[in-house]
């Protein structure tokens, strides 16, 4: 079977022609010529010409009807327009109505069709079940008009996406305009390379926005579409028109409430312009690149800072040196430079309450930073940094800078046994001890710390500050460890 009747349309077309004087001529529905209708049947709805109106009227099943002139202003009266409502008559039997609804097969059917084909299916009346059934068809159209706006408003953000990326673009355009004019001879292909970089960039960004638009604007009107006609077929249909267009209209309704779509812009507006991009690819005399177009969005909060050394073990008037590793959104390195990095070290102190220790920034170019450091005073320190005037992650971070560092006057070794060459007499500030006669410390022998450590007192971390500082150097001369500057030796 073919495509199910339009009767909403059918039922538009016959309304329409109940007034034939005001819309194009009408040509008869009972001549095999083209003649020209000029009476109307308010019974069965023909279109007559003069002749086959005089036929119509003498003929014995049709000698009741009313027949009226197109031009007769009493087809616009309800009684008249009321009767052109068609009935979903039979495909197989176009003489009889369907007036039965087969639950089975889920289509309406005559009293014929009902007992030739549908003799064991479950079959009711279109009268009984046409509610139930356009409940079915009321609760999917609830489901899908709400996609509707949710479309639309997929639509407008796409389009402002697009019109800020735009908009953006021809910013950057003017500002590669402004920074290149000043030194016009030198950098003219610079500029075309870079007003091409951020053709292409608009290019690939637009490309994926006008394709994702063109998609959500079909599916807009898939939605549409199929809203509008099922809201007309309920609103204007008759139990058995809206019955026969059921299956059509959930089908197509369950098919679109099934499509997946992307709400949000599959591209972001992210595009701007930053001078003094080094490109180390290029010879010596052309490295410097005033300007680059950057496409990758830095987040400042997933910038995280790197330390060599622990910020809780800083010792006054020792450099201390800081990475600062940038990232995009994503989590992916960012390998730009040019951001506004500031950073500073500040604490209260009883004497000088906003006392502040100068930190330097180096612009790495590859989308880190290189701070350093000295305190001059011991105490509890906040490092504050910023990028673009935003915290990174942690930021601002506790410093503990302890007081100068005390230089160590024994030697970092893993064992007295190996550092000395198996000297006897050569003692450790860890007590360790083998026998044998040895006063120092071995591997695997009791008192050894299991790694190296400083003969002069003991501490297993080699940018340590001495804790046997009340020791001077006459004493250490004197005393039994005098053997700690020989292995130094």
């Given at each position: ?9 059918y ?10 004087s ?22 069965c ?42 009935a ?22 005559c ?101 994702q ?31 026969a ?39 010596k ?5 005033k ?30 040196e800081?990475?600062v ?26 004497g ?17 930073y ?47 046994f190996?550092?000395s060459?198996g000297?006897r ?19 695997g022998?009791?008192?050894h ?10 501490k ?6 001495c804790?046997?500082?009340?020791i ?5 001369e ?12």
């Amino acid at each position: 079977m073919g495509l199910p009747v339009n009767y909403i349309l059918y039922n538009r077309r016959m309304k329409q022609l109940k007034t034939p004087s005001k819309g194009p001529k009408i040509i008869c529905d009972l001549c095999t010529s083209d003649n020209w209708a000029t009476y109307r049947c308010t019974d069965c709805g023909l279109c007559l010409c003069t002749i086959c109106k005089e036929a119509h009227n003498r003929q014995r099943a049709t000698v009741g009807h009313v027949v009226l002139s197109v031009h007769d202003e009493r087809l616009n009266d309800p009684k008249f327009s009321n009767r052109f409502q068609s009935a979903a008559v039979c495909f197989k039997h176009p003489s009889k109505e369907m007036l039965i609804f087969c639950e089975t097969c889920d289509r309406p059917s005559c009293s014929s069709c009902c007992v030739s084909e549908h003799g064991d299916h479950k079959c009711n009346l279109v009268v009984d079940v046409c509610d139930k059934q356009s409940k079915v068809i009321q609760n999917l159209l609830m489901q899908a008009k709400p996609q509707i706006q949710a479309i639309e408003n997929a639509l407008n953000r796409v389009a402002s996406t697009t019109t800020r990326l735009q908009q953006k673009a021809d910013k950057v355009c003017a500002e590669v305009n402004s920074f290149v004019d000043n030194d016009i001879r030198v950098l003219e292909k610079n500029r075309a390379a870079l007003l091409q970089e951020v053709a292409r960039t608009v290019e690939e960004k637009g490309g994926a926005l006008r394709t994702q638009r063109v998609q959500l604007e079909q599916l807009l009107h898939d939605f549409q579409h199929s809203c509008r006609v099922t809201e007309d077929v309920l609103t204007e249909g008759s139990r058995n028109e809206i019955l026969a267009l059921k299956r059509p209209l959930v089908r197509r309704l369950r098919e679109l409430n099934r499509v997946k779509y992307a709400a949000e812009p599959r591209e972001n507006d992210n595009i701007r312009f930053v001078p003094q991009k080094k490109a180390l690819s290029e010879p010596k005399n052309e490295r410097l690149i005033k300007g680059g177009i950057i496409t990758q969005a830095l987040c400042t909060e997933k910038c995280v800072l790197k330390a060599d050394n622990n910020l809780s073990n800083v010792w006054v008037g020792s450099k201390v040196e800081l990475v600062v590793v940038c990232h995009d959104p994503a989590g992916l390195p960012y390998k730009h430079g040019g951001e506004e990095v500031w950073a500073q070290l500040q604490a209260a102190h009883s004497g000088s309450p906003n006392h502040c220790s100068p930190v330097s920034v180096v612009d790495r170019r590859d989308g880190s930073y290189h701070l350093e450091f000295v305190p001059d005073q011991s105490g509890l320190y906040s490092l504050l940094i910023t990028i673009n005037a935003e915290h990174i992650q942690g930021s601002p971070f506790n410093v503990i800078v302890k007081p100068r560092l005390v230089k160590h006057v024994g030697v970092w070794h893993c064992c007295c046994f190996c550092s000395s060459g198996g000297r006897r007499e050569a003692v450790c500030a860890c007590h360790g001890s083998m026998p044998g006669g040895f006063k120092g410390c071995g591997h695997g022998h009791r008192g050894h710390p299991g790694r190296k450590h400083w003969s002069c007192c003991g501490k297993t971390s080699e940018h340590s500050s001495c804790s046997r500082h009340e020791i001077t150097r006459r004493n250490i001369e004197r005393s039994t460890v005098s053997v700690y500057r020989e292995v130094t030796l």
